[in-house]
Each structure stands twice: as structure tokens, then as C-alpha cells.
């Protein structure tokens, strides 16, 4: 199994559409989440980390649910702009970043 | 802040031939490490560290060799290139409380 699981897209959705990303982690020592944007052709960057409590930045919502081991992104009002792959990022203390393979996202008019 | 710095941006290589990817951070990070991405695989981990002269092996690591004199850089050298080495290849730092990893630009890296 792998260890971090994304829906496989790709997504497309009209402009001002809700979208929700997925994903699963297998190890449960983990302790650090997050979500990168990587645009195409480009670095991962940080979109934003993953709070248990569920943290919210602008158009965009992260929650953690450690029972289930499951991670999401919702993502309101799409813009043409966010159009790109959405990475699933997990960390176990001080060691490796685990990616997801990524799910694209296509906005379109 | 430079952040990271990765070079080259592009590379052709013939089989056989070896060369080094430069990674370099100006933000004291302990923790720095290479990936390369492929199509359909996502970024898969080729070696790390977590300081200065200490390295550990990724998930991919055969036919790439690290070494980390200092804080700053974690070059890449790949020993004999091979065509399943064309990738596109990233250099990370993280510093501790892992609150953002940091990339370089990347290297697109072909083998022919």
C-alpha cells in the first residue's frame, strides 16, 4: 500500500465551483500534513499545513482526521488561477516528506 | 533570500556519461534532500540529510551518490547516467518544526 493515497484526478470543474481533494496516509506515527500547489513545469509549494482542528485560509479549508488517517482540501469559489496539481504531503517527526502522487486541477471558464 | 538554489535547469547527458546537480540554501536548514518526479509516479525520495556530513538513503538511491561538507550544500552526482534517469529532479531544504519545506527550480535531466 502506499504510504499516501490521492483521488487521481484530474478534476475539472467550471469557475465558482466547490472541489474536494482526498487523501489517505498509512502510517500512523505521522505527525506533520500539508498541501503544495505545484503548477506546471514548477516547484512544489506550500499551500498551506493541516491542523487538527481544521484550519481555513480564505477559499480554502484543510481538515485532519487522525482516526481515519485521512486528509482533505475543499476548495470554494474556483478560480481560473488554481488550476494545477495539488500534493498530499506527509512527515513523521524529524524524516522524510512523504508525497501523494498528486491530483490535478483543471478550472475553466 | 535566494532560498534554494538548484542548477542546472536543463541537462542532455549520453549514457554513461556522470555529472552534478549543485542545491545550495541560505537559510541554515538542517534537513535537506533530492527527489526526482516522473510521470504517473509523483516525487519519490533519492537520498537526504539531516546535517552537515550526515546522509541516508531515500527510496531511490541506486546510481546517485550525496555528500553534505556544510550547512549551505547537498550536491547530487549521478555516477554513470543511465536513460531511466531522465526525470526532473528537486532539491529541498526543511528547517526543524517542519513548518514549510522549500524547493528548488528543478533540473530537467535527459539520458540519451
Known amino acids: 500500500r502506499k504510504e499516501v493515497e490521492q483521488d487521481p484526478g484530474p478534476f475539472n470543474v467550471p469557475e465558482g465551483a466547490t472541489v474536494a481533494f482526498n487523501c489517505t496516509y498509512s502510517n500512523s506515527a505521522s505527525q506533520s500534513f500539508f498541501w503544495y500547489r505545484q503548477d506546471c513545469r514548477k516547484e512544489p509549494k506550500l499551500l498551506m499545513s493541516v491542523y487538527s482542528s481544521g484550519n481555513e485560509d480564505g477559499r480554502f479549508t484543510a481538515q485532519l482526521n487522525r482516526a481515519s488517517q485521512y486528509i482533505s482540501l475543499l476548495i470554494r469559489d474556483s478560480k481560473l488561477s488554481d488550476s494545477a496539481t495539488y500534493l498530499c504531503?506527509?512527515?513523521?517527526?524529524?524524516?522524510?516528506?512523504?508525497f501523494g502522487k498528486g491530483t490535478m486541477l483543471l478550472v475553466s471558464p | 533570500n535566494a532560498g534554494v538554489t538548484q542548477t542546472p535547469k536543463f541537462q542532455v547527458l549520453k549514457t554513461g556519461q556522470s555529472m552534478t546537480l549543485q542545491c545550495a540554501q541560505d537559510?541554515?536548514?538542517?534537513?535537506m534532500s533530492w527527489y526526482r518526479q516522473d510521470p504517473g509516479m509523483g516525487l519519490r525520495l533519492i537520498h537526504y540529510s539531516v546535517g552537515a556530513g550526515i546522509t541516508d538513503q531515500g527510496e531511490v538511491p541506486n546510481g546517485y551518490n550525496v555528500s553534505r561538507s556544510t550547512t549551505e550544500d547537498f550536491p547530487l552526482r549521478l555516477l554513470s547516467a543511465a536513460p531511466s534517469q531522465t526525470s526532473v529532479y528537486f532539491c529541498a531544504s526543511l528547517g526543524t518544526g517542519f513548518t514549510e519545506a522549500f524547493f528548488g527550480q528543478g533540473t530537467r535531466l535527459t539520458v540519451v
Open positions: 504531503v506527509v512527515t513523521a517527526g524529524y524524516s522524510t516528506l512523504t
Open positions: 537559510m541554515n536548514h538542517e534537513y
